[in-house]
Nanobody, 126 residues
Framework: RVQLAESGGGSVQSGGSLRLSCAAS????????MAWFRQVPGKEREGVAI???????SYTDSVKGRFTISRADAQNILYLEMNNLKPDDTAVYYC????????????????????WGQGTQVTVSS
């Protein structure tokens, strides 16, 4: 397991941008699968973007072309760059990691993860 800590959330107007960061407690170089999720009160947690070590990222349809997930393994950080934000993007955003692929699952959404951060609030006003 790994400890994760998100930062970078805040309040922006529709069309604005934010960059979320997720700092890991140990090296991310060999972490098999990492992802960003979001959740609004009363709804299930939704996978937003996912990236495999050395692989290409993938996104849920509602954020394609607007969000970019990336790994800065030299700094042990996972990023989520969010552009052209919409009110529907308002949620608590969580990062997740499955460093060792304990359950031998592919790195695709939907998927379970073994480590989670505490979340960061993103609020987009119209």
């Amino acid at each position: 397991r790994v400890q994760l800590a998100e930062s970078g959330g805040g309040s922006v107007q529709s069309g604005g941008s934010l960059r979320l960061s997720c700092a890991a407690s140990r090296s991310t170089v060999s972490m098999y699968c990492m992802a960003w999720f979001r959740q609004v009160p009363g709804k299930e947690r939704e996978g937003v973007a996912i990236i495999e070590a050395g692989g290409s990222p993938s996104y849920t349809d509602s954020v394609k072309g607007r969000f970019t997930i990336s790994r800065a393994d030299a700094q042990n950080i996972l990023y989520l760059e969010m552009n052209n934000l919409k009110p529907d993007d308002t949620a608590v955003y969580y990062c997740a990691a499955d460093p060792d692929n304990e359950y031998d699952l592919p790195c695709v959404l939907p998927r379970g993860f073994t480590s989670w951060g505490q979340g960061t609030q993103v609020t987009v006003s119209s």
